[in-house]
C-alpha cells in the first residue's frame, strides 16, 4: 500500500459518494453508510417504505463502481436454485451432460428485492452465499466474484404473508439502513428529475473492482488505538443482558449482538476515519455507526416490543452511557 | 522508527503538569483526612480525656498529610495517562493511537504522525491545559482544619484534667528515675548498714510512685519511705538503737522520720533551754515507755544508759542535755549510718521537690501564694509581718515579731519548680532546702549560712532588736501569740495543701523570743519597733 494510494483514497470516496447522490436525493446518510459497507464488503438491509429508491440506489452503485449487477425479486414461490443456479442438461455430439447454469447470485452486487417475501429455503440459499462468498451445489463449490456485495431490501408496511429473516441471516447483514421520506426540497428536485424536462445526469464509472479492492485493503491498515477498539467491545458488550448495566437492556433485550457486530463497527470505523481525511480510528466513528451496525442485532422481548419500545432508542442510551 | 520528537515533548510535559495536578489533589484530601483527625481527636478529647494527647494529634495529621503528598508523588502517571489527557481537550484518540503505534513503520502511521503534528499545533493541549483543584474537597479541607483546630481550644475540665495529670505523671516518672539512681547507688556502695531493707523500701517507693496521680500522694509515699529507711537502719543496730524513739513515743514528738539533730531540736523546743527539765507531762510519759522498755527486755541486763534515763524521769530531772547524751551512747551501738543520712537526705529533697509542684499546681488555682502574702503582710492580721523581697534569690520577711520567713528560689523568683519555702526555726532543713532549690554547681554563699554560723541554728542568730531593748519575754510572748494567731487565722483560709500547712503550723509552733535580725535585712524593722 503506498502513500499515494492511501492518500487518494478520500478523494476516490468522496468521488463515488457525489456520483450516487447525484442519483439518489435526499439520503445522503444513507449513501454514506451504504458506500462505507460496500468498500467493507459487507451486505446491508435496507428497510423503507416503497418508492424511497431502495432499488436505484443499487442501481447506481453498481453503475458507479463499474461492477455486474443483478436484481432478484424474492417472491414466496422462489427456489433456491433460482438464484444460485442449476444444473441444466444439454446435449452435444449426441450426449447428454448436465451443465451447472449459474444464477444470478453470481454477479458483483446483487439486489434481493423485498427479501421477506420469499420463503426460509430461499432465504437460507442467501447464507452461504453472504457469508462465505460461494455457493455449493452438489459436491462443487463455485467461487462468487471478488467484489461481491448483497443489497436487500424489505418493506415494514406489508408483512403479512412474509418470512422475517432469521437472526442467523440479519447477523450476515453489516449494516441495516432504514431509508425515511426526504425532504421538501429532495421532493421537489426528484419531481423535476423524473417528470420534468431536466435530464438527470448518468451515472459515470468512477471506480472499479480493483481500486475498490485497494480501498478496502487501506482501510484494514488504518490504526485504531487499544482504548477505541475496547471502546467496540465494551458497546457490544453492553447490548447482552447479562453484561449489561443498562436498566432498559436488562429488561427488554433478549439477546445482544455478536462478535460480527464489534467487526462491522471497527470496520465500518475505520473506513469512515479514512473518508473524513484522518489516517485514524476514533471513538466517535465508532459511536456514529452504532445504530445502523448493531439495531438489527437486537433482539426485544414481547412486553418491550408490545410497549413499542425502539432498539434505536436503546443503543443511543448505551452510546451516551458507555466511556 | 517514525517516533516523533514533537509529540514526544508535548506528551512529557503533559505527563508532569498531570502529576502536579494529582499532588495538589492528593494535599486537599491530606488536608481533609488531617480535618478530621484533629477534629476526631479535638473533639472526643472533650468527653474522654484519655484521648487527650496534642503530640498524637498534631503528629497524626502530619503523617496523613505528608502520607497523601509522598503517596501522589511516587504515583507518577504514565504517558497513556497523559495521552488520554490529551485527547481529551481536543486531540480525538490520536495521542493514544501514536502511543501504540508509534514503533510501527508503514506509509499509513507516517500519514497519521504527520497528521497529528498538525493537529498538535493547532489544538495545543499543553498550553489549554489548567490545573483543576477539586473545589469541593477543599472547602471539606478549610471548614475540617478550622473547625478541628478549633475544637482544641475550647475550654474543657476534663481535658485540662488530662492535661494537668499527664504533667503531674511526667514530673513523678523522673522523680521515679531519682528513686532508681538511688537505688544503683546503694548497690555500689562498699557498706551500707541495713542494705536489704532499704532496697525493698526503694523499690517499693518506686512502685507508689508509678501509681501516685499526685504530688502530695507521691511527697507522702517518699515520706513514707524516708521514715521507713531511718527507723529500719535504727531498729537493726540493737535495742539500744530504738530507745530514744521508743522513749518518745506519746508525747508531742512528731515523729516523722526525724534524725537526732531534728529530735535535739524538738526537745529544746518544748524546754527552751538544754538544762530545763522536760514538761512534767513529757517526763510522766516518757516514763511510761521506759518502764515499758524495761519489761520487753525481760531477763537481758538493762543499760547503764537506760537506767539512767529511768532515774532522771523518776526524779523528774530529764533535761535535753540527758536526752542528747543518751544519744550519743545510742550512736555507739549504732546510729543512723552516714550512708542512710545521705540517702534519707536525697529522699527529703525528692520529697520537697514533689511538695513544691504541688504547692506550684496549688498556686495556679489560688491565683497567689499563700506564704508569700503572708510574709508581706497583705491580710489585715498581719501588720506585724513585712517581707522585703529581693529579686529572686532570698527574701526575708522582717515582723515585728521578728519572725523571719525565708524564701529561698533557684532563681526564677518566689517559688520555683524546686524552691520550697522552710520555716526558719529548722536550720537543718534550711540548708538542705537551700541546697535543694540551688542551681547545681552554685557556689554562691548563702545567706542563711551565713546567719547560720558554724552550729547552723538560726534561732540563735535571728534576734529581733526590739526584743532585746524591750528585754522581757512578756510582751514577746503576746505578741507571739498574737501573730500565730492572726498567721493561722489566714492560713486556714487559704486554699494550702495539708502538707504545707503542717509545715507552717509546726513553724508557729517552734516560735520563740531571742533571735536576732540579719544585718542588712532590717530597713522596715525599725516601723515595726515603733509599734512594738
Redesign the interface.
Same mark, same amino acid.
Given at each position: 500500500?503506498?502513500?499515494e494510494e492511501? #492518500?487518494t483514497f478520500q478523494k476516490m470516496f468522496r468521488m463515488i459518494e457525489q456520483e450516487v447522490n447525484q442519483a439518489v436525493i435526499g439520503q445522503g446518510k444513507i449513501v454514506h453508510d451504504l458506500l462505507l459497507a460496500a468498500v467493507a464488503g459487507g451486505n446491508v438491509l435496507l428497510e423503507g417504505a416503497p418508492g424511497l429508491g431502495k432499488t436505484r440506489l443499487a442501481k447506481t452503485l453498481a453503475a458507479a463502481l463499474d461492477v455486474s449487477y443483478a436484481r432478484i425479486q424474492f417472491t414466496p414461490d422462489l427456489m433456491p436454485t433460482d438464484i444460485t443456479g442449476t444444473m441444466v442438461a444439454e446435449q452435444r455430439n449426441g450426449e447428454i451432460r448436465f451443465r451447472f447454469q449459474k444464477g444470478p447470485l453470481f454477479h458483483s452486487i446483487i439486489l434481493a428485492d423485498e427479501i421477506n417475501r420469499a420463503s426460509p429455503k430461499t432465504q437460507s440459499a442467501l447464507l452461504e452465499a453472504m457469508e462465505e462468498k460461494t455457493v455449493t451445489i452438489g459436491n462443487e463449490t463455485y467461487v462468487l466474484p471478488h467484489v461481491f456485495f448483497v443489497l436487500a431490501t424489505q418493506n415494514p408496511l406489508e408483512m403479512e404473508g412474509t418470512f422475517p429473516l432469521p437472526e442467523a441471516q440479519l447477523d450476515r447483514f453489516m449494516m441495516k439502513l432504514k431509508l425515511t421520506m426526504p425532504g421538501m426540497e429532495a421532493l421537489l428536485h426528484v419531481l423535476d428529475m423524473t417528470t420534468g424536462q431536466y435530464e438527470a445526469p448518468s451515472t459515470r464509472k468512477v471506480l472499479n473492482a480493483q481500486q475498490l479492492q485497494q480501498m478496502r485493503q487501506?482501510a484494514f491498515? !488504518?490504526? =485504531? =488505538? /487499544? /482504548?477505541?477498539r475496547r471502546y467496540a467491545v465494551r458497546l457490544v458488550m453492553e447490548t447482552h443482558p447479562e453484561h449489561s448495566s443498562s436498566e432498559l437492556v436488562r429488561k427488554h433485550v433478549i439477546s445482544g449482538a455478536s462478535l460480527r457486530g464489534a467487526q462491522a463497527l471497527l470496520m465500518g470505523a475505520k473506513i469512515q476515519a479514512l473518508a473524513a481525511g &484522518?489516517?485514524?480510528? !476514533? &471513538? #466517535?466513528d465508532i459511536a456514529n455507526l452504532a445504530i445502523p451496525c448493531l439495531s438489527h442485532r437486537l433482539f426485544l422481548r414481547y412486553p418491550g416490543a408490545a410497549r413499542q419500545v425502539r432498539v434505536e432508542d436503546i443503543i443511543e442510551q448505551l452510546v451516551l452511557k458507555v466511556e | 522508527m517514525p517516533r516523533d520528537e514533537y509529540i514526544d515533548r508535548a506528551l512529557s510535559r503533559m505527563r508532569w503538569k498531570l502529576w502536579q495536578n494529582r499532588m495538589v489533589q492528593a494535599m486537599c484530601v491530606g488536608a481533609v483526612a488531617s480535618g478530621i483527625w484533629i477534629l476526631t481527636i479535638g473533639g472526643i478529647s472533650l468527653f474522654i480525656p484519655l484521648l487527650y494527647s496534642g503530640t498524637k494529634a498534631w503528629v497524626g495529621s502530619a503523617v496523613l498529610f505528608g502520607g497523601s503528598l509522598l503517596y501522589s508523588a511516587c504515583r507518577r502517571p504514565s504517558l497513556r495517562d497523559a495521552a488520554i489527557c490529551g485527547d481529551a481537550l481536543g486531540m480525538e484518540d490520536r495521542l493514544i493511537t501514536y502511543l501504540e503505534y508509534r514503533h510501527c513503520d508503514s506509509p499509513m502511521i507516517l500519514l497519521f504522525i504527520e497528521e497529528t503534528k498538525k493537529a498538535l499545533s493547532v489544538v495545543q493541549p499543553v498550553a489549554h491545559w489548567h490545573m483543576c483543584l477539586n473545589k469541593k474537597w477543599l472547602t471539606y479541607a478549610v471548614i475540617l482544619l478550622l473547625v478541628g483546630i478549633s475544637a482544641w481550644f475550647v475550654p474543657a475540665p476534663a481535658r485540662e484534667a488530662a492535661s494537668d495529670r499527664e504533667k503531674i505523671d511526667k514530673r513523678i516518672q523522673a522523680e521515679r528515675e531519682h528513686v532508681q539512681k538511688l537505688r544503683n547507688d546503694i548497690s555500689a556502695a562498699a557498706e551500707i548498714h541495713n542494705i536489704q531493707q532499704m532496697e525493698k523500701t526503694l523499690a517499693s517507693l518506686q512502685g507508689e510512685l508509678a501509681h501516685s496521680t499526685s504530688y502530695q500522694e507521691a511527697a507522702k509515699a517518699v515520706a513514707d519511705a524516708k521514715k521507713a529507711i531511718v527507723q529500719g537502719n535504727a531498729q537493726g543496730s540493737g535495742p539500744l538503737a530504738s530507745v530514744a524513739y521508743a522513749m518518745l513515743q506519746g508525747t508531742d514528738f512528731p515523729d516523722t522520720g526525724m534524725s537526732r539533730t531534728e529530735m535535739m531540736q524538738w526537745a529544746r523546743s518544748l524546754t527552751g533551754n538544754d538544762q530545763v527539765p522536760f514538761p512534767n507531762g513529757v517526763q510522766q510519759k516518757m516514763l511510761q515507755n521506759v518502764e515499758k522498755i524495761k519489761k520487753d527486755l525481760n531477763s537481758s541486763p538493762v543499760p547503764d544508759a537506760l537506767q539512767s534515763a529511768y532515774e532522771q524521769l523518776q526524779n523528774h530531772q530529764m533535761t535535753p542535755s540527758d536526752l542528747e547524751k543518751l544519744l550519743d551512747v545510742q550512736s555507739q551501738v549504732g546510729m543512723p549510718a552516714p550512708e542512710t543520712e545521705k540517702i534519707a537526705g536525697k529522699l527529703e529533697q525528692i520529697q520537697e521537690r514533689l511538695l513544691a509542684l504541688d504547692a506550684t499546681a496549688s498556686e495556679g488555682k489560688a491565683g497567689e501564694t499563700p506564704v508569700s502574702s503572708l510574709a508581706f503582710g497583705n491580710q489585715s492580721g498581719l501588720t506585724n509581718g513585712e517581707q522585703v523581697h529581693t529579686n529572686g534569690t532570698e527574701a526575708i520577711a522582717a515582723g515585728g515579731g521578728g519572725m523571719q520567713v525565708r524564701q529561698s528560689s533557684n532563681g526564677t523568683g518566689g517559688f520555683g519548680s524546686a524552691g520550697q519555702h522552710k520555716p526558719a526555726t529548722h536550720p537543718h532543713n534550711m540548708v538542705k532546702g537551700e541546697e535543694a532549690t540551688r542551681l547545681a554547681g552554685t557556689s554562691s554563699p548563702s545567706l542563711l549560712r551565713g546567719s547560720l554560723g558554724k552550729e547552723g541554728d538560726i534561732r540563735e542568730r535571728e534576734a529581733v532588736n526590739v526584743w532585746a531593748e524591750s528585754g522581757g519575754s512578756g510582751p514577746l510572748g503576746q505578741a507571739w501569740a498574737t501573730f500565730q494567731k492572726n498567721g493561722m487565722e489566714y492560713v486556714n483560709r487559704q486554699d494550702i495543701p495539708l502538707a504545707r500547712e503542717q509545715v507552717i503550723e509546726h513553724y508557729f509552733a517552734q516560735l520563740s523570743g531571742g533571735k536576732e535580725r540579719v544585718a542588712g535585712r532590717d530597713s522596715n524593722v525599725s516601723k515595726n519597733v515603733s509599734h512594738d
Open positions: 500500500m503506498s502513500l492511501i #492518500q487501506a491498515s !488504518t490504526p =485504531a =488505538a /487499544e /482504548e477505541v &484522518r489516517y485514524h480510528v !476514533t &471513538r #466517535q | -
